[in-house]
């Protein structure tokens, strides 16, 4: 391979090999796949339409080595990010690598499994859905995570069964001599009205470079239902690139909400096929962005049959220069009428160097549909903070409240108590940092 | 209580001047009324006294209790016991009235080293003001005026009032907008929270106000200043004659 070439694809920024590292043929045979997809597929670059608007440096000036390379530090106490409602339904990876001390899985319904994905291999849900739902095509990304995953979370739901604790998948990153790649995998697969609520958080521990490329697949059968919250709380000079994507049969109802606070560089698609009809599902967003942070979200609403239900809001507050970019995309197949689809993108601009890319796309086949997109760009009205300083409050108490009203709706959703007191926590810092 | 001199201002970063030395004295215990025609200068004044970052004051001076208030923030006069009833509440969407009115009551409270209320002592202090203006607890945990209709909005605005206790405050057209039952509600909260150690500016284009709460002094503002000032039989005058006469009055006067 030529040197020019080699400088185009995802490996050139990798330091070592990426090789195959599954112990089962399953994950081998993924590994293999990815490996071969990354090889042939160019680094995305400004000229192709859906890299347009992001800077991706963040990536490419750096190299990455594997965390076994990377003389990462021990992980410490981290109790303080447990979540009460989650005492017992916790899986912990740090840098990216299963930790079974940290984790605590007990008292689950029968049947159910909450564990990770090498010890389970042999499950035939991970034989049949394992690496069978995920699609982006001319991606290096997922690629990537295919190519060097070798473990991960694996959650099992069985028919009509509901798990009531929320599920805390905790990723944790240490700080790290040198920069280093992490590939978290979670595959979830819920059976016929099975029902469940997944907290999957990233967090930065320190302030290091590293690459984070998770990958989920959700499997969702026939009326079953998922409340998947998506944290992400990445070192600020990390880079996160996700694909998180859900399959839904007949009837199944899958609600994601991400909330984008750390990271330098976040690049997040979320996708949801429409695999049947009469599903229910919402891709809702919210990003609180500042100093040069970027933040893109990709979104997929793949509607291909008739009688489907889209939610998707997504909110930005955007400061100093960082730079929030959406590009949602609805589909609707030829013969999925009767689809109810909404989207909306709002941004709070606070600073006059912040930047916002926003295009909600409708791509639109059938004719009985009741879609509906729109997005708006919009500063804290001056009014607005007057007449909340006029009242006593002070200007920057005023500007809080504000931003936290523009934010609440979002965090609402979380319905997990301490994680929504934790998301309030991180809007009220966002609101008062002390450089402002 | 307050004393305005001389008092010019500008719109922020524009050449318009809008008041154009406005005098004003008012004393504890007093309640004046301010009329005048569209586009003179009340609701600017009213502003301009709040602390409204909009306009700069060119000239001239504002005291309030002796203290030289005119370079003050908005909040700095609110915490003093400043208060403003907008002509045109704001919206705030997600923000409920409760949720402001605890932040700013406790706000004024630590300002003044007064205790300051818990989230349960304040419930039972703001049910205990809802009688004052008949409002209904639902409003307390809607957002700040939005969507209400344009008579709640100004209930709420009296509402805020007997919540924050001011001593001074600006009533601008309070009344526009209220029907007659709505008006006397008002009105009668407002004589409620009125007395010896408050004082109260009404703007208003209508004499109909000012028999429910009765003003000590009756200003007339044109052309941003205030160019007569009367008891209340001057309200009637204006109430069958309008303001042509009283310009006529004012320009033979030879002021300008
Ligand atoms: N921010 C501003 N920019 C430009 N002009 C302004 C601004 N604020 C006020 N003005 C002008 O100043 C004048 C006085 O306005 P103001 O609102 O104080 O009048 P008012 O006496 O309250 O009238 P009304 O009885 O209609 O409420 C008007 O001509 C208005 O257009
Ligand atoms: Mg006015």
Same mark, same amino acid.
């Given at each position: 391979?030529?040197?020019?070439?080699?400088?185009?694809?995802? $490996?050139?920024?990798?330091?070592?090999?990426?090789?195959?590292? *599954?112990?089962?043929?399953?994950?081998?045979?993924?590994?293999?796949? *990815?490996?071969?997809?990354?090889?042939?597929?160019?680094?995305?670059?400004?000229?192709?339409?859906?890299?347009?608007?992001?800077?991706?440096?963040?990536?490419?000036?750096? =190299?990455?080595?594997?965390?076994?390379?990377?003389?990462?530090?021990?992980?410490?106490?981290?109790?303080?990010?447990?979540?009460?409602?989650?005492?017992?339904?916790?899986?912990?990876?740090?840098? *990216?690598?299963?930790?079974?001390?940290?984790?605590?899985?007990?008292?689950? %319904?029968?049947?159910?499994?909450?564990?990770?994905?090498?010890?389970? @291999?042999?499950?035939?849900?991970?034989?049949?859905? $394992?690496? @069978?739902?995920?699609?982006?095509?001319?991606?290096?990304?997922?690629?990537?995570?295919?190519?060097?995953?070798?473990?991960? =979370?694996?959650?099992?739901?069985?028919?009509?069964?509901?798990?009531?604790?929320?599920?805390?998948?905790?990723?944790?990153?240490?700080?790290?001599?040198?920069?280093?790649?992490? =590939?978290?995998?979670?595959?979830?697969?819920?059976?016929?009205?099975?029902?469940?609520?997944?907290?999957?958080?990233?967090?930065?521990?320190?302030?290091?470079?590293?690459?984070?490329?998770?990958?989920?697949?959700?499997?969702?059968?026939?009326?079953?239902?998922?409340?998947?919250?998506?944290?992400?709380?990445?070192?600020?000079?990390?880079?996160?690139?996700?694909?998180?994507?859900?399959?839904?049969?007949?009837?199944?109802?899958?609600?994601?909400?991400?909330?984008?606070?750390?990271?330098?560089?976040?690049?997040?698609? %979320?996708?949801?096929?429409?695999?049947?009809?009469?599903?229910?599902? =919402?891709?809702?967003?919210?990003?609180?962005?500042?100093?040069?942070?970027?933040?893109?979200?990709?979104?997929?609403?793949?509607?291909?049959?008739?009688?489907?239900?889209?939610?998707?809001?997504?909110?930005?507050?955007?400061?100093?220069?960082?730079?929030?970019?959406?590009?949602?995309?609805?589909?609707?197949?030829?013969?999925?009428?009767?689809?109810?689809?909404?989207?909306?993108?709002?941004?709070?601009?606070?600073?006059?160097?912040?930047?916002?890319? @926003?295009?909600?796309?409708?791509?639109?086949?059938?004719?009985?549909?009741?879609?509906?997109?729109?997005? @708006?760009?919009?500063?804290?009205?001056?009014?607005?903070?007057?007449?909340?300083?006029?009242?006593?409050?002070?200007?920057?108490?005023?500007?809080?409240?504000?931003?936290?009203?523009?934010?609440?709706?979002?965090?609402?959703?979380?319905?997990?108590?301490?994680?929504?007191? $934790?998301?309030?926590?991180?809007?009220?810092?966002?609101?008062?940092?002390?450089?402002? | 209580?307050?004393?305005?001199?001389?008092?010019?201002?500008?719109?922020?970063?524009?050449?318009?001047?809008?008041?154009?030395?406005?005098?004003?004295?008012?004393?504890?215990?007093?309640?004046?009324?301010?009329?005048? +025609?569209?586009?003179?200068?009340?609701?600017?004044?009213?502003?301009?006294?709040?602390?409204?970052?909009? #306009?700069?004051?060119?000239?001239?001076?504002?005291?309030?209790?002796?203290?030289?208030?005119?370079?003050?923030?908005?909040?700095?006069?609110?915490? !003093?016991?400043?208060?403003?009833?907008?002509? #045109? +509440?704001?919206?705030? +969407?997600?923000?409920?009235?409760?949720?402001?009115?605890?932040?700013?009551?406790? &706000?004024?409270?630590?300002?003044?080293?007064?205790?300051?209320?818990?989230?349960?002592?304040?419930?039972? #202090?703001?049910?205990?003001?809802?009688?004052?203006?008949?409002?209904?607890?639902?409003?307390?945990?809607?957002?700040?005026?939005?969507?209400?209709?344009?008579?709640?909005?100004?209930?709420?605005?009296?509402?805020?009032?007997?919540?924050?206790?001011?001593? !001074?405050?600006?009533?601008?057209? &309070?009344?526009?907008?209220?029907?007659?039952?709505?008006?006397?509600?008002?009105?009668?909260?407002?004589?409620?929270?009125?007395?010896?150690?408050?004082? /109260?500016?009404?703007?208003?284009? #209508?004499?109909?106000?000012?028999?429910?709460?009765?003003?000590?002094?009756?200003?007339? /503002?044109?052309?941003?200043?205030?160019?007569?000032?009367?008891?209340?039989?001057?309200?009637?005058?204006?109430?069958?004659?309008?303001?042509?006469?009283?310009?006529?009055?004012?320009?033979?006067?030879?002021?300008?």
């Amino acid at each position: 391979m030529s040197e020019v070439l080699q400088k185009e694809t995802m $490996l050139s920024y990798i330091d070592g090999k990426v090789e195959p590292k *599954g112990t089962s043929i399953s994950i081998r045979a993924i590994n293999e796949r *990815g490996r071969e997809e990354l090889e042939s597929t160019p680094f995305p670059t400004r000229k192709d339409e859906d890299w347009r608007f992001i800077d991706l440096k963040s990536i490419t000036k750096n =190299t990455f080595v594997s965390v076994e390379e990377a003389g990462t530090e021990e992980v410490g106490d981290i109790s303080n990010h447990f979540l009460p409602e989650a005492m017992n339904t916790r899986l912990v990876f740090v840098n *990216g690598i299963y930790n079974e001390e940290l984790s605590s899985i007990s008292d689950l %319904p029968n049947g159910v499994i909450v564990g990770n994905l090498a010890d389970n @291999t042999d499950h035939d849900s991970v034989k049949s859905h $394992l690496g @069978t739902i995920t699609n982006y095509e001319n991606d290096v990304f997922a690629p990537f995570n295919d190519a060097a995953f070798s473990d991960g =979370t694996f959650i099992h739901v069985p028919e009509e069964t509901v798990v009531e604790a929320p599920i805390h998948i905790l990723n944790v990153f240490t700080d790290a001599e040198k920069a280093f790649y992490a =590939t978290p995998r979670l595959l979830y697969v819920g059976e016929m009205f099975s029902k469940s609520t997944i907290i999957e958080e990233h967090i930065g521990l320190s302030n290091n470079v590293y690459l984070n490329v998770p990958v989920t697949e959700f499997k969702m059968f026939t009326g079953s239902n998922v409340h998947h919250a998506r944290i992400q709380r990445d070192s600020k000079q990390a880079s996160h690139v996700s694909r998180p994507i859900a399959m839904l049969d007949k009837n199944a109802e899958y609600h994601s909400y991400t909330i984008c606070l750390g990271a330098k560089l976040f690049r997040n698609e %979320p996708r949801v096929i429409q695999n049947s009809e009469e599903v229910d599902f =919402t891709v809702d967003g919210l990003v609180l962005i500042d100093g040069d942070q970027i933040a893109d979200t990709h979104s997929i609403m793949d509607h291909r049959y008739a009688h489907g239900k889209s939610h998707q809001l997504h909110k930005c507050v955007v400061n100093d220069s960082a730079h929030s970019i959406f590009n949602g995309k609805i589909f609707v197949a030829k013969d999925a009428q009767k689809i109810d689809s909404f989207q909306e993108n709002r941004n709070l601009l606070l600073s006059e160097e912040g930047k916002v890319n @926003t295009k909600p796309q409708l791509e639109i086949f059938a004719d009985d549909v009741l879609c509906s997109h729109g997005a @708006t760009i919009g500063q804290l009205q001056d009014e607005e903070v007057f007449y909340l300083q006029s009242r006593g409050l002070t200007e920057q108490k005023s500007r809080e409240l504000l931003v936290y009203a523009f934010a609440l709706e979002s965090v609402e959703s979380m319905e997990v108590e301490s994680v929504e007191k $934790l998301l309030l926590d991180e809007v009220i810092k966002y609101t008062n940092r002390d450089d402002k | 209580m307050l004393e305005i001199k001389n008092l010019h201002a500008v719109v922020e970063g524009e050449d318009i001047e809008i008041l154009k030395g406005v005098n004003l004295k008012v004393n504890a215990g007093e309640i004046h009324a301010i009329m005048g +025609p569209n586009g003179s200068g009340k609701s600017t004044l009213s502003k301009v006294v709040s602390g409204h970052p909009e #306009y700069e004051v060119t000239e001239g001076q504002i005291l309030f209790e002796g203290e030289d208030i005119t370079e003050l923030d908005a909040d700095e006069r609110a915490h !003093l016991g400043l208060f403003l009833a907008f002509q #045109y +509440p704001v919206e705030v +969407p997600g923000i409920t009235n409760k949720t402001l009115l605890r932040e700013a009551y406790n &706000t004024i409270a630590r300002a003044n080293e007064r205790e300051e209320l818990d989230p349960l002592e304040f419930e039972d #202090y703001l049910e205990s003001k809802l009688d004052v203006i008949e409002m209904k607890d639902e409003f307390l945990s809607r957002s700040i005026n939005t969507g209400f209709s344009g008579g709640e909005k100004k209930k709420n605005e009296i509402f805020q009032m007997a919540v924050l206790d001011p001593k !001074l405050s600006f009533l601008d057209e &309070t009344d526009s907008g209220l029907d007659i039952d709505a008006l006397k509600i008002v009105s009668d909260g407002v004589n409620k929270i009125a007395g010896p150690e408050k004082a /109260m500016v009404l703007i208003t284009h #209508y004499q109909r106000l000012l028999n429910y709460i009765k003003p000590d002094f009756v200003h007339i /503002m044109m052309g941003g200043k205030i160019i007569k000032t009367g008891d209340f039989s001057l309200a009637e005058q204006l109430e069958a004659h309008g303001y042509d006469e009283l310009q006529k009055e004012f320009s033979l006067n030879g002021a300008q």
